[in-house]
Protein backbone atom coordinates (compact mmCIF):
# COMPACT_ATOMS: atom_id res chain seq x y z
CA UNK A 1 0.00 0.00 0.00
CA UNK A 2 1.20 3.29 -1.48
CA UNK A 3 1.13 6.68 1.20
CA UNK A 4 0.81 9.75 -0.48
CA UNK A 5 0.14 13.23 1.01
CA UNK A 6 -1.22 14.41 -1.67
CA UNK A 7 -3.38 13.26 -4.86
CA UNK A 8 -2.78 15.29 -7.93
CA UNK A 9 -5.12 15.89 -10.61
CA UNK A 10 -4.52 17.93 -14.11
CA UNK A 11 -7.29 19.63 -15.44
CA UNK A 12 -6.12 20.76 -18.91
CA UNK A 13 -8.71 23.15 -18.93
CA UNK A 14 -7.98 24.68 -22.27
CA UNK A 15 -5.79 23.12 -25.15
CA UNK A 16 -5.45 26.91 -26.76
CA UNK A 17 -2.04 28.00 -26.49
CA UNK A 18 -0.09 31.78 -27.66
CA UNK A 19 3.27 29.39 -27.85
CA UNK A 20 3.52 26.96 -30.84
CA UNK A 21 6.27 24.44 -29.61
CA UNK A 22 7.31 21.96 -31.92
CA UNK A 23 7.07 19.21 -29.27
CA UNK A 24 3.49 19.97 -28.11
CA UNK A 25 0.96 17.39 -27.84
CA UNK A 26 -1.67 19.95 -26.97
CA UNK A 27 -2.65 21.03 -30.44
CA UNK A 28 -6.06 23.50 -30.52
CA UNK A 29 -8.87 22.54 -32.39
CA UNK A 30 -11.19 25.63 -32.70
CA UNK A 31 -14.04 24.06 -32.85
CA UNK A 32 -12.97 21.91 -29.56
CA UNK A 33 -12.42 25.63 -27.68
CA UNK A 34 -16.33 26.13 -27.54
CA UNK A 35 -16.56 22.96 -25.50
CA UNK A 36 -14.26 23.94 -23.48
CA UNK A 37 -16.26 23.28 -19.66
CA UNK A 38 -13.96 26.56 -18.13
CA UNK A 39 -16.30 28.55 -20.45
CA UNK A 40 -19.29 28.04 -18.73
CA UNK A 41 -19.06 28.68 -14.93
CA UNK A 42 -21.85 25.86 -14.25
CA UNK A 43 -20.59 22.97 -15.94
CA UNK A 44 -17.13 23.79 -14.48
CA UNK A 45 -18.52 24.11 -11.08
CA UNK A 46 -20.24 20.98 -11.60
CA UNK A 47 -16.69 19.08 -12.93
CA UNK A 48 -15.14 20.04 -10.06
CA UNK A 49 -17.65 18.83 -7.70
CA UNK A 50 -17.77 15.48 -8.84
CA UNK A 51 -14.19 15.24 -9.17
CA UNK A 52 -13.61 16.29 -5.18
CA UNK A 53 -16.64 14.09 -4.61
CA UNK A 54 -14.67 11.09 -5.99
CA UNK A 55 -11.07 11.96 -4.93
CA UNK A 56 -11.81 13.27 -1.29
CA UNK A 57 -9.28 11.32 0.83
CA UNK A 58 -12.66 9.74 3.07
CA UNK A 59 -14.35 8.50 0.01
CA UNK A 60 -13.79 4.92 0.81
CA UNK A 61 -15.51 3.97 -2.29
CA UNK A 62 -12.80 5.46 -4.83
CA UNK A 63 -11.09 1.98 -6.60
CA UNK A 64 -7.41 3.72 -5.54
CA UNK A 65 -8.15 3.17 -2.04
CA UNK A 66 -6.94 -0.21 -2.21
CA UNK A 67 -3.76 0.47 -3.40
CA UNK A 68 -2.78 4.27 -1.99
CA UNK A 69 -3.68 6.69 0.57
CA UNK A 70 -3.56 10.16 0.42
CA UNK A 71 -4.52 13.32 2.84
CA UNK A 72 -4.69 15.90 0.43
CA UNK A 73 -6.38 16.34 -3.50
CA UNK A 74 -4.30 18.90 -5.50
CA UNK A 75 -5.82 20.43 -8.34
CA UNK A 76 -3.59 21.46 -11.11
CA UNK A 77 -4.44 23.74 -13.55
CA UNK A 78 -2.99 23.37 -17.05
CA UNK A 79 -2.86 23.75 -20.58
CA UNK A 80 -2.71 24.29 -23.35
CA UNK A 81 -1.53 27.61 -21.48
CA UNK A 82 -4.55 28.20 -18.73
CA UNK A 83 -3.67 32.27 -18.45
CA UNK A 84 -5.58 32.68 -21.59
CA UNK A 85 -8.13 32.41 -18.89
CA UNK A 86 -6.75 34.50 -16.43
CA UNK A 87 -10.10 36.12 -15.88
CA UNK A 88 -11.47 32.98 -14.84
CA UNK A 89 -9.02 31.86 -12.70
CA UNK A 90 -9.52 33.68 -9.39
CA UNK A 91 -13.41 32.30 -9.15
CA UNK A 92 -11.97 28.67 -10.17
CA UNK A 93 -9.50 28.12 -7.82
CA UNK A 94 -11.66 30.31 -5.18
CA UNK A 95 -14.66 27.31 -5.74
CA UNK A 96 -11.69 24.09 -6.08
CA UNK A 97 -10.60 25.66 -2.67
CA UNK A 98 -13.93 26.32 -0.60
CA UNK A 99 -14.57 22.01 -1.89
CA UNK A 100 -11.58 21.14 -0.05
CA UNK A 101 -9.07 21.24 -3.08
CA UNK A 102 -5.38 22.54 -2.62
CA UNK A 103 -4.45 24.26 -6.36
CA UNK A 104 -1.86 24.73 -8.30
CA UNK A 105 -1.31 26.38 -11.33
CA UNK A 106 1.39 25.31 -14.85
CA UNK A 107 2.20 28.03 -17.19
CA UNK A 108 4.44 29.36 -19.79
CA UNK A 109 4.46 32.72 -17.84
CA UNK A 110 4.33 34.48 -20.65
CA UNK A 111 0.83 36.40 -19.65
CA UNK A 112 2.11 36.38 -15.63
CA UNK A 113 2.04 39.93 -14.67
CA UNK A 114 3.02 41.22 -10.89
CA UNK A 115 -0.48 42.02 -10.30
CA UNK A 116 -2.19 38.57 -11.64
CA UNK A 117 0.69 36.51 -9.24
CA UNK A 118 -0.36 39.18 -6.71
CA UNK A 119 -3.80 38.13 -6.47
CA UNK A 120 -3.44 34.03 -7.64
CA UNK A 121 0.03 33.11 -5.78
CA UNK A 122 -2.07 33.48 -2.10
CA UNK A 123 -4.16 30.82 -3.02
CA UNK A 124 -1.53 28.60 -5.02
CA UNK A 125 0.01 25.67 -3.02
CA UNK A 126 2.30 25.56 -6.49
CA UNK A 127 3.27 27.75 -9.11
CA UNK A 128 4.44 25.83 -11.95
CA UNK A 129 6.68 27.43 -15.07
CA UNK A 130 7.66 25.54 -18.06
CA UNK A 131 10.81 26.71 -19.43
CA UNK A 132 13.34 24.61 -21.66
CA UNK A 133 16.39 27.56 -22.52
CA UNK A 134 17.80 30.49 -21.25
CA UNK A 135 18.67 31.50 -25.57
CA UNK A 136 16.56 33.49 -27.26
CA UNK A 137 17.67 31.29 -30.30
CA UNK A 138 16.91 28.17 -29.30
CA UNK A 139 13.76 29.37 -27.51
CA UNK A 140 12.53 30.55 -31.02
CA UNK A 141 13.61 27.41 -32.91
CA UNK A 142 11.52 25.54 -29.95
CA UNK A 143 8.58 27.41 -30.75
CA UNK A 144 8.54 29.16 -27.69
CA UNK A 145 7.15 32.57 -28.83
CA UNK A 146 3.84 33.95 -29.57
CA UNK A 147 2.23 35.19 -33.19
CA UNK A 148 4.28 38.03 -33.10
CA UNK A 149 7.63 36.38 -32.46
CA UNK A 150 7.72 37.79 -28.99
CA UNK A 151 9.68 35.36 -26.50
CA UNK A 152 9.48 35.43 -22.34
CA UNK A 153 11.89 37.63 -20.50
CA UNK A 154 14.00 35.71 -18.45
CA UNK A 155 14.54 38.67 -15.90
CA UNK A 156 11.65 40.09 -15.99
CA UNK A 157 10.03 36.71 -15.01
CA UNK A 158 12.41 36.27 -12.21
CA UNK A 159 10.94 40.04 -10.58
CA UNK A 160 7.88 38.58 -11.07
CA UNK A 161 8.63 35.19 -8.57
CA UNK A 162 10.49 37.37 -6.67
CA UNK A 163 6.96 39.10 -5.91
CA UNK A 164 5.21 35.78 -5.58
CA UNK A 165 7.37 35.06 -3.01
CA UNK A 166 7.26 38.01 -1.35
CA UNK A 167 3.30 38.02 -1.38
CA UNK A 168 3.07 34.30 -0.57
CA UNK A 169 6.12 32.80 1.52
CA UNK A 170 4.87 29.58 1.54
CA UNK A 171 4.44 29.25 -2.11
CA UNK A 172 6.70 26.44 -3.63
CA UNK A 173 7.79 26.84 -7.05
CA UNK A 174 8.10 24.42 -10.32
CA UNK A 175 9.91 24.46 -12.98
CA UNK A 176 9.63 22.18 -16.08
CA UNK A 177 11.97 21.58 -18.65
CA UNK A 178 11.10 19.76 -21.87
CA UNK A 179 14.58 18.24 -23.17
CA UNK A 180 14.55 18.06 -26.96
CA UNK A 181 17.19 17.89 -29.58
CA UNK A 182 17.12 21.49 -29.24
CA UNK A 183 18.06 22.19 -25.75
CA UNK A 184 20.01 18.68 -24.79
CA UNK A 185 23.01 20.22 -25.08
CA UNK A 186 22.88 23.66 -22.67
CA UNK A 187 23.52 24.40 -19.37
CA UNK A 188 21.23 25.82 -17.70
CA UNK A 189 22.46 26.19 -14.26
CA UNK A 190 22.38 29.79 -14.43
CA UNK A 191 19.23 29.79 -14.77
CA UNK A 192 18.17 27.72 -12.14
CA UNK A 193 20.25 29.49 -9.77
CA UNK A 194 18.43 32.54 -10.60
CA UNK A 195 14.71 31.21 -9.62
CA UNK A 196 15.68 29.08 -7.27
CA UNK A 197 12.69 26.47 -7.87
CA UNK A 198 11.75 24.01 -4.77
CA UNK A 199 11.41 21.47 -7.70
CA UNK A 200 12.88 21.08 -11.41
CA UNK A 201 10.96 18.75 -13.31
CA UNK A 202 13.51 17.63 -16.39
CA UNK A 203 11.11 15.67 -18.49
CA UNK A 204 11.92 13.68 -21.90
CA UNK A 205 9.90 14.79 -24.77
CA UNK A 206 7.31 12.79 -25.45
CA UNK A 207 6.87 11.68 -28.95
CA UNK A 208 3.18 11.77 -28.99
CA UNK A 209 2.88 13.98 -32.10
CA UNK A 210 6.17 13.97 -33.91
CA UNK A 211 9.63 12.41 -33.08
CA UNK A 212 11.15 15.39 -34.75
CA UNK A 213 13.06 16.73 -31.65
CA UNK A 214 13.18 13.51 -29.89
CA UNK A 215 16.37 12.57 -27.93
CA UNK A 216 18.61 9.40 -27.73
CA UNK A 217 19.13 7.90 -24.37
CA UNK A 218 22.53 9.33 -24.23
CA UNK A 219 21.39 13.14 -24.58
CA UNK A 220 18.79 12.82 -22.24
CA UNK A 221 21.09 11.36 -19.72
CA UNK A 222 23.71 13.74 -20.20
CA UNK A 223 21.33 16.55 -19.58
CA UNK A 224 20.90 15.26 -16.15
CA UNK A 225 23.73 14.22 -15.45
CA UNK A 226 25.38 18.10 -16.33
CA UNK A 227 22.92 19.13 -13.57
CA UNK A 228 23.31 16.87 -11.17
CA UNK A 229 24.73 19.43 -8.62
CA UNK A 230 20.62 20.21 -9.12
CA UNK A 231 20.35 16.72 -7.29
CA UNK A 232 18.28 17.45 -4.69
CA UNK A 233 15.04 19.48 -6.53
CA UNK A 234 15.73 17.90 -9.86
CA UNK A 235 13.26 15.02 -11.05
CA UNK A 236 13.79 13.50 -14.26
CA UNK A 237 11.17 11.78 -16.17
CA UNK A 238 11.85 9.46 -19.07
CA UNK A 239 9.14 8.14 -21.29
CA UNK A 240 8.34 5.07 -19.48
CA UNK A 241 7.90 6.89 -16.37
CA UNK A 242 5.29 9.54 -17.56
CA UNK A 243 2.91 6.43 -18.76
CA UNK A 244 -0.56 6.36 -16.99
CA UNK A 245 1.43 7.97 -13.92
CA UNK A 246 -0.97 11.54 -14.61
CA UNK A 247 -4.35 11.57 -13.57
CA UNK A 248 -5.57 14.04 -16.31
CA UNK A 249 -8.82 16.30 -17.33
CA UNK A 250 -9.04 17.29 -20.72
CA UNK A 251 -10.85 20.47 -21.76
CA UNK A 252 -14.07 19.07 -21.86
CA UNK A 253 -13.98 17.22 -18.34
CA UNK A 254 -13.07 13.57 -19.39
CA UNK A 255 -10.44 11.74 -18.17
CA UNK A 256 -7.48 11.07 -20.69
CA UNK A 257 -4.60 9.18 -21.17
CA UNK A 258 -1.43 8.55 -23.38
CA UNK A 259 -2.17 6.21 -25.78
CA UNK A 260 0.23 3.14 -25.30
CA UNK A 261 2.87 2.09 -27.69
CA UNK A 262 3.27 4.39 -31.23
CA UNK A 263 3.96 8.42 -32.08
CA UNK A 264 0.90 9.72 -33.02
CA UNK A 265 -1.07 7.13 -31.60
CA UNK A 266 -3.05 10.09 -29.61
CA UNK A 267 -4.71 9.68 -26.24
CA UNK A 268 -7.42 7.15 -24.74
CA UNK A 269 -10.24 9.25 -23.16
CA UNK A 270 -13.55 8.79 -20.54
CA UNK A 271 -16.33 9.54 -21.24
CA UNK A 272 -17.64 13.19 -19.98
CA UNK A 273 -17.04 12.79 -15.99
CA UNK A 274 -20.31 15.34 -15.09
CA UNK A 275 -23.18 12.69 -17.83
CA UNK A 276 -22.10 9.23 -16.36
CA UNK A 277 -20.21 9.94 -13.02
CA UNK A 278 -16.66 10.09 -12.10
CA UNK A 279 -16.50 6.27 -10.77
CA UNK A 280 -17.74 5.14 -14.42
CA UNK A 281 -15.23 7.62 -16.22
CA UNK A 282 -12.26 6.86 -14.17
CA UNK A 283 -12.60 3.02 -14.85
CA UNK A 284 -12.75 3.96 -18.94
CA UNK A 285 -8.67 4.55 -18.50
CA UNK A 286 -6.16 3.33 -16.92
CA UNK A 287 -3.65 4.58 -13.84
CA UNK A 288 -0.73 3.35 -12.61
CA UNK A 289 -0.79 4.35 -8.73
CA UNK A 290 3.07 2.62 -8.68
CA UNK A 291 4.19 5.11 -11.07
CA UNK A 292 2.49 8.12 -9.98
CA UNK A 293 3.75 7.13 -6.18
CA UNK A 294 7.17 7.16 -7.76
CA UNK A 295 6.72 10.17 -9.05
CA UNK A 296 5.42 11.76 -5.86
CA UNK A 297 7.88 10.29 -3.07
CA UNK A 298 7.60 11.49 0.38
CA UNK A 299 9.92 14.26 1.99
CA UNK A 300 11.95 13.47 4.90
CA UNK A 301 9.30 15.89 6.23
CA UNK A 302 6.40 13.66 4.97
CA UNK A 303 5.41 16.49 2.59
CA UNK A 304 4.49 15.51 -1.13
CA UNK A 305 6.01 17.63 -3.52
S1 LIG B 1 3.90 26.42 -23.94
FE1 LIG B 1 3.12 24.39 -23.42
S2 LIG B 1 1.01 24.34 -24.20
FE2 LIG B 1 2.05 26.07 -25.16
S3 LIG B 1 2.77 25.29 -27.13
FE3 LIG B 1 4.44 25.08 -25.63
S4 LIG B 1 4.23 23.00 -24.77
FE4 LIG B 1 2.29 23.54 -25.82
Known amino acids: MHTNTTLVINWHLTEACNYSCRYCYAKWDEAASSRELIRDPEKTEAL ?7 FAPGNAGNPLRGMMRWKNVRLNLAGGEPLLHHRRLPEVIREARALGFEASL ?35 AIGRANRHGNLLDLETLAEVLDAARCVHPQLKLKLN ?43 FNGFVARHQHFATILCAEDNQEMRDSYLMVDPCGRFFQNGQQEVGQGYI ?17 SFDPDRFCARYPLSAKGASK
Open 177 to 219: TVVNKLNADEDLSPLITRLAPDKWKVLRMLPMVTNELAVSDED
Open 269 to 285: YSQPITEVGAAKAFGDI
Open 106 to 140: ITNASRLTGEMVAGLAPHLTWLGISLDSASATTNR
Open 48 to 54: LAELYRF
